[in-house]
């Protein structure tokens, strides 16, 4: 099993960003698919989820980026997309993909993509 993150970058302040989340070796649509990001000497945050259940569709963010991150799933290609809209010098952080099918499971990480913002 691997999930593979891409798409971090520079950018300055006010521009946009998509992230990817590729899955091999499982079903991504069976999975609750999160981002987390982490910032120099900060701790790990959590920053959107995507829900399996319902369809797949719930999701929620972290209130520092709400209105402008939407996460978002294609089944077919197997991959959670993290689209970053009027990014903010304090998004800067390494972000991680992780997925998991039940709240007792192991979940599995990808390795981070670095964005990095700028004023």
């Known amino acids: 099993v691997q999930l593979q993150a891409s798409g971090g970058g520079l950018v300055q302040a006010g521009g946009s960003l998509r992230l990817s989340c590729e899955a091999n070796g499982l079903r991504l649509s069976l999975y609750t698919a999160y981002w987390y990001r982490q910032a120099p000497g900060k701790e790990r945050e959590l920053v959107a989820t995507?829900?399996?259940?319902?369809?797949?569709?719930?999701?929620n963010y972290a209130d520092s980026v709400k209105g402008r991150f939407t996460i978002s799933r294609d089944n077919a290609a197997n991959t959670v997309y993290l689209q970053m809209d009027n990014l903010e010098v304090e998004d800067t952080a390494t972000y991680y993909c992780?997925?998991?099918?039940?709240?007792?499971?192991?979940?599995?990480w990808g390795r981070g993509t670095l964005v990095t913002v700028s004023s």
């Open positions: 995507l829900s399996s259940a319902g369809g797949g569709s719930a999701t």
């Open positions: 992780s997925a998991q099918i039940h709240s007792r499971s192991k979940p599995y």
